[in-house]
């Protein structure tokens, strides 16, 4: 089965593609109008996809602009191969769920993942954290109106909370992780919380 994967990267820039080692798989990087910096360790490993790697520069600003320019490529694929394919957008935005449940009910296996180490055939691990739980716990007994809305004030309030037990790199991770577990969810860069506890 041919597998497409979407990439939001105006949503998710630390990417690795050491994950994807299939043949039958293809990937299409939206990038933003004004993202103008691409790391060379990525473009180096995209160079080994030779053509299963296309990079897509959106023309013009706007609100969900890039979205609507993956929505419409999500459509393209579906059309264009019939069922005998998997669509995967990789994108911490919850607002392509509702799309991605309206493809999947015409049979088009598809679904979003919040990094490429969720991929069935990946060989990396998810990110994880010893303390992703105490985080976790902590944000449970916040009222959620109170909860940090975006990834720069979740990523301060861990720091606060772990002070000196945890470098940049493991917060990032604590943070992946909640967004894999689906305890986060991201829509127009405000944050979401799935918790036990919604206050």
Do not use: C
């Not at 041919?2 to 939206?30: M, Y």
């Not at 769920?97 to 979003?112: A, E, M, P, V």
């Not at 720091?159 to 037990?165: A, G, P, V």
């Amino acid at each position: 089965m041919k597998r497409f994967i979407l990439i939001d990267f105006e949503n998710i820039q630390k990417l690795d593609f050491e994950p994807i080692d299939n043949a039958d798989t293809e990937i299409i990087v939206f990038v933003g109008k004004s993202q103008n910096k691409i790391p060379f360790h990525l473009v180096e490993k995209a160079q080994t996809m030779g053509n299963r790697i296309r990079w897509l520069k959106i023309a013009g600003d706007g609100k969900n602009n890039l979205d609507f320019h993956i929505a419409f490529e999500l459509g393209r694929l579906s059309e264009r191969s019939q069922k005998d394919i998997s669509l995967i957008i990789l994108s911490k935005d919850s607002g392509y769920d509702s799309l991605i449940k309206y493809i999947n009910d015409t049979g088009i296996q598809t679904k979003r993942i919040a990094n490429l180490a969720e991929l069935s055939d990946s060989k990396k691990l998810p990110p994880s954290s010893k303390f992703t739980d105490y985080i976790v716990a902590n944000l449970n007994k916040i009222d959620n109106q109170k909860r940090p809305r975006t990834r720069g004030t979740l990523k301060k309030h861990v720091e606060s909370l772990l002070r000196e037990k945890a470098n940049a790199g493991e917060i990032d991770s604590i943070i992946e992780e909640m967004f894999i577990k689906g305890i986060l969810t991201q829509t127009n860069n405000r944050l979401k919380y799935i918790l036990d506890s919604q206050n």
